[in-house]
C-alpha cells in the first residue's frame, strides 16, 4: 500500500523538475517519484575534483568508488558534467604531487578533456546560485559551484569529501561517494 510523504526542495530544484517535465511531457510528481527511486538520479552525476582525482590517482581512499562511477560513464550508464573549475582544481592538486612530472601532470588534464564529458562554462545564474549555497551551508564557492551546477542540471554531485556532503546532506541531490553504488550504477 503506497503511503503520501510530504517533501520540500528548493525552488530552483523543483523550477529545474518542471523544465525537464515539460520537455519530456511529463509530471512534476512522476519525475519526483523517479528521483526518489533513484532512477533520474542515477542518469546524470557531478563529481567534484574530489572524486575525478581518484580516477588518477586509484591508491587513494574510494579509489574503487570513484572508479567504477567513470566505468559507469565510460561504458554509457550515466552522463557527467563537470564545470569548468573542475580542471583548474585539478591541476594544482596534481602540481602538488612531488612525484609526477609537469608532463604527466598535463598528460594527466588532457586525459580528462580526451573523455568527452560535458564541460559547464560559468554562468551569472550558476555562480549567484553558488554563492548562496556557500552562504547558506557555510562552504566555499568552490565546493558550492559543483552543487549549483548539478542543481541546474538536475543530476547528482558526488564528493569524496564526507564533511561538504555533511554540510550540504539536506538538498536532495547531494550524495558522498561512499554512498553511491558502484554494482554498476552510480
Same mark, same amino acid.
Given at each position: 500500500?503506497?503511503?503520501?510523504v510530504m517533501l520540500s526542495f528548493p525552488? /530552483? $530544484?523543483?523550477?529545474?523538475?518542471?523544465?525537464?517535465? @515539460?520537455?519530456?511531457? @511529463?509530471?512534476?510528481?512522476?519525475?519526483?517519484?523517479?528521483?526518489?527511486?533513484?532512477? @533520474?538520479?542515477? #542518469?546524470? &552525476?557531478?563529481?567534484?575534483?574530489?572524486? &575525478?582525482?581518484?580516477?588518477?590517482?586509484?591508491?587513494?581512499?574510494?579509489?574503487?568508488?570513484?572508479?567504477?562511477?567513470?566505468?559507469?560513464?565510460?561504458?554509457?550508464?550515466?552522463?557527467?558534467?563537470?564545470?569548468?573549475?573542475?580542471?583548474?582544481?585539478?591541476?594544482?592538486?596534481?602540481?602538488?604531487?612531488?612525484?609526477? =612530472?609537469?608532463?604527466?601532470?598535463?598528460?594527466?588534464?588532457?586525459?580528462? $578533456?580526451?573523455?568527452?564529458?560535458?564541460?559547464?562554462?560559468?554562468?551569472?545564474?550558476?555562480?549567484?546560485?553558488?554563492?548562496?549555497?556557500?552562504?547558506?551551508?557555510?562552504? =566555499?564557492?568552490?565546493?558550492?559551484? $559543483?552543487?549549483?551546477?548539478? /542543481?541546474?542540471?538536475?543530476?547528482?554531485?558526488? =564528493?569524496?569529501?564526507? @564533511?561538504?556532503?555533511?554540510?550540504?546532506?539536506?538538498?536532495? $541531490?547531494?550524495?558522498?561517494?561512499?554512498?553511491?553504488?558502484?554494482?554498476?550504477? #552510480?
Amino acid at each position: 500500500m503506497a503511503k503520501k510523504v510530504m517533501l520540500s526542495f528548493p525552488d /530552483e $530544484f523543483l523550477a529545474e523538475v518542471d523544465r525537464v517535465a @515539460r520537455e519530456e511531457q @511529463r509530471s512534476r510528481s512522476e519525475l519526483v517519484r523517479e528521483v526518489a527511486r533513484g532512477a @533520474r538520479m542515477n #542518469a546524470h &552525476v557531478v563529481p567534484d575534483t574530489s572524486v &575525478v582525482v581518484k580516477w588518477l590517482r586509484q591508491g587513494e581512499i574510494l579509489a574503487d568508488h570513484a572508479l567504477a562511477l567513470r566505468s559507469a560513464y565510460v561504458d554509457g550508464r550515466i552522463q557527467i558534467s563537470v564545470p569548468a573549475l573542475l580542471v583548474y582544481e585539478l591541476a594544482n592538486v596534481l602540481r602538488y604531487k612531488d612525484e609526477l =612530472t609537469t608532463l604527466q601532470v598535463g598528460d594527466a588534464v588532457r586525459s580528462l $578533456f580526451d573523455m568527452g564529458m560535458e564541460w559547464v562554462p560559468p554562468t551569472a545564474a550558476t555562480m549567484r546560485r553558488a554563492v548562496e549555497i556557500a552562504r547558506q551551508f557555510d562552504v =566555499t564557492v568552490y565546493d558550492a559551484v $559543483f552543487a549549483a551546477v548539478a /542543481e541546474n542540471s538536475a543530476a547528482v554531485f558526488v =564528493t569524496a569529501d564526507e @564533511r561538504l556532503a555533511r554540510r550540504l546532506a539536506t538538498l536532495p $541531490f547531494v550524495r558522498y561517494l561512499g554512498d553511491v553504488e558502484t554494482d554498476g550504477d #552510480a
